[in-house]
């Protein structure tokens, strides 16, 4: 019998009833009274010297109350790094200064060159077409290659080249990686590229600054996936005001994918210019701003190498990779192709050398940082794809190849820095291949070839660390700041209950899924538990939601802080019935003297704790709210096995996805219909990146994708209905719940699927193709087939 | 977007006097020119608007010729033809979305002539004459490029006849973002011939694809094009696809839009 309460159970999710009606509160709802507009004047070049700005005719356009140019931010801080990546010599990357508005030069298009407040937006984009801006062009430095040559324009000329940093993991010692390579049976070789994404979340990215001189106080509303993260870089690195007399709020957010963890320049200006213009400014990004804005996603070259032993054993890895950082270091920019990254090139296989080398450029591009799976993504990827090119070169079957080099053993120490606590990999795959139903895959294959089409099974397995991160541990790799998270429970006194959560919900159902767990906890039903979350004038300080971290950090600090409300709420039970607390037991909110008919209900306790007339005042204080910080022992590792079935139509090179299996290991699970849904909507987006989606830039910089009319999302007919299974269960065995976190499993799970499949069917179809890549536009596809 | 003035005319005389003004534009459904305007790439001085001019809504099937008023709907034509014409309405029901359906009119999408657009394919397919304010125009007069048309500063396009064929199809590739056509192509059979009208494919916008159209006349059926193919060199090649790609489609859809003909 399903559950219809509590963990486990799939109540529908209670945000979706104002999400779905209009009834949402989004950042752009917010109007303060008296509010002004800004609009950003926008770099259109993607390098360029800037000789002059002449604001003085704009300055005297309708409704301007002030225009603001680099010049404005000299005395105060760029924008800051969050991760300090040490390269292979033992020297810190190279770090640049990342202006709020550009000061001298421009380095990207997109970057904000003025910002015009005005009464209305449409006075603020008149006034900014009458700013004269003379720029001197420089060469835009766009290809990476290009960009780590000898003589390259330097994006950054106080940096020494355009190389941020040159770093190895794993086995450093590249004359035994060698050896091992020597001795190899056999090499599989093979060269791609990660492309480069941008986000897109529905909801595009706003900010209001607001500032009250009655209290010096500010407050900032902003599309934030971590308000907490954002007042602290913003007031620490950037602005240098005192946190406690800023507030920051989260409201509803649209979407993130990583895309809003990042502290941008807009969010620090809007604070800035609200108290400079003694009026709250506001920003709405368009979409077309948002193109070349927000953070962008992967963008990494790789060569990988696989060397085998004559039993098809994996004996050693190695990996070359560049990483796009763009023009400047966004938040966790640096980590990514690093620890997110080389971390993960294990995956889940006992290959025992491992060597990854990564080397990060700066270009005339828009920033680039996390984006949904973040590292894992590029890692699962090329380690997936090399597997699968040397199951075809050495005639084994995919699956089998796989199997035989599983780790299997746990916990297991990986020869890059992590230690898997606990996994089942072959139990997944055993499950992968029933609800892939691989048995009738011949018969299908024929079925497509009767209709001229060519079909392929395409076969991945993934690992992720999620949960990020045990505090202790991203501190020696690098970390600025600690990863733990917090939550209060405040019950109240006639017993209903809000938890105020560091983790943000833009998506993930939050709302509903934690007060399962208390509600479970306790005994009670979820209607009496509500979160509250966004905003850091009412939660405690946590970090937000990323790498699959809410459930699994913020959800155990949730844990720990209900624990503590039940054994102080059981102390008042052995009061009130007159025993010793440790003979309380607690079901169905019901507290029970162990052995006896004796009970006090969880209301009648709650009432208690605050009309504590009958209450032992001398040894308990009265109210019930408790806080916990929770910082993780270690990463969470979900795992699981994705199937994909392709079809192609030889005519067009047109690629339809007829099916998609996934088995994922995600631990205990607390509403499978959340999962089901986070899985759903991370396959979407990992199929829009290995079919669709393409951050392409010209050699003048220029982003070529800058709108959906040429930058290609997955819609509802671009991906099939999805068989999904989430059965087999390995609990992490170091938190509370024994969650392992589900947000970005399908996203870094399934592009590595959707190319082995093309690449399986091309080649059912006689045609000598090892790689494409991606996307596997139809254009690229037929290019490949009659290349 | 720039301010203007706005006018609502109700006959297609007010609409032409009101288009005199220096830099007054038509608007039909807006959704090719509002969102022009709201990034500010033109800047009307007034726009006015066809949709209350009952002339331009009307719709007529008269044996053999279905005429369409030059404000009328995408989605008003599948409705309406999809028994007169169902390849016209076909295409028509196949643009953008419901909310671009809804508003979008044939008018504004043959005025506006983009080259990767489907409307011109089923006009040049067809043989369609395209009926202004002042006159009548042949499709094979009509379109002269990449968003250029034969209409004149301030010329309203009142209606569009198209004589209804023997048998047609349009098959349309859809560039993957945009979803407007990669290459799509119109093929249509008439007593007097088959036409074959080639959108979304050429630099110089939509085309007859003549030596299809003669082989064609031959034998209606697909294999009557085998070995035949366009040049390359005047295709579009851009991140979606090469020359040679579109070439190749031009190919694969005009044999498609035959069989599926019939
Ligand atoms: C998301 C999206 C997807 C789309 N997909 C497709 C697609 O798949 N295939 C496709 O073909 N099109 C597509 N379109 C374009 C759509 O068909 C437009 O409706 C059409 O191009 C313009 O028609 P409109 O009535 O909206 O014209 P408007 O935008 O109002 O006007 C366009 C131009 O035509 C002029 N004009 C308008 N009406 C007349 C008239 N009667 N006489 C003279 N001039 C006139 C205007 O002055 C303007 O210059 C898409 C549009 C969008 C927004």
Redesign the pocket.
Known sequence: MPKDNGIGASPKRREDVRFLTGAGNYTDDINVNGQAHVHFLRADVAHAAINSIDTSAAETMPGVVKIFTGADFAEVGGIPCGWGVTDRHGNPQQEPRHPIIAHDTIRHVGEIVAAVVADTLEQARDAAEAIELSLSDKPAVVSMGAALAEDATKVHEDLTSNLCYDWVFGNPDDDAVQAAFDSAAHVTTLELVNNRLVANPMEPRVAIGDYSRATDEHTLYTTSQNPHVIRLLMCAFVLGLPEHKVRVIAPDVGGGFGSKIFHYAEEAFCTFAAKACGRAVKWTSTRAEAFISDAHGRDHVTKIELALDADNNFTALRTNTMANMGAYLSTFSTSVPSYLHGTLMAGNYKTPIVQVNVKTVFTNTVPVDAYRGAGRPEATFQLERVIDKAARELGADPIALRRQNFITEFPYETPVALTYDTGDYVATMDKLEQVADVAGFAARRAESEKNGKLRGFGINCYIEACGIAPSNIVGMLGARAGLYDAATVRVNATGSISVMVGAHSHGQGHETSFPQVVADMIGIDESMVDIVHGDTGRVPFGMGTYGSRSIAVCGSAMVRATEKIINKAKKIAAHLMEASDADIELKDGQFTVAGTDKSVAWGDVCLTAYVPHNYPLEELEPGLEETAFYDPANFTYPAGAYACEVEVDPDTGKVSIERFSAADDFGNIINPMIVDGQVHGGLGQGIGQALLENAAYDEDGQLLSAS?MDYAMPRADDVPFYQVDHSCQTPCTHNPLGVKGCGEAGAIGSPPAVVNAVIDALQSGGKDVTHIDMPLSPARVWAAMNG | MYEFEFEKPSTVAEAVAALADEDA????????????LKQRLAMPSKLVS?SSIPQ?KELSDNGGMLTIG??V??AEVAAAAADSYPALADLAS????P???N??????????N?P?????AAALGSGATIV?STREITADDYFRGLFETA?NEG????AVRFPVPEKANYQ?FLQPA????LVGVFVAKYAAGVRVAVTGASEEGVFRWHEAEAALDTSFAPDALDGLSVDAGGMIGDMHGTKEYRAHLVGVMTKRAVAAAG
């Open positions: 959906f | 534009q038509a608007l039909g459904g807006g959704q090719t020119l509002i969102p022009t066809l331009l030059g404000a709907t995408h196949h643009i953008g979305d909310a671009v359906r508003r979008g009119t044939i008018g504004g999408s043959l005025a506006n983009d990767a657009a489907c409307y011109p202004t209409l010329e309203i396009i009142t349309k945009s979803r407007f056509a």
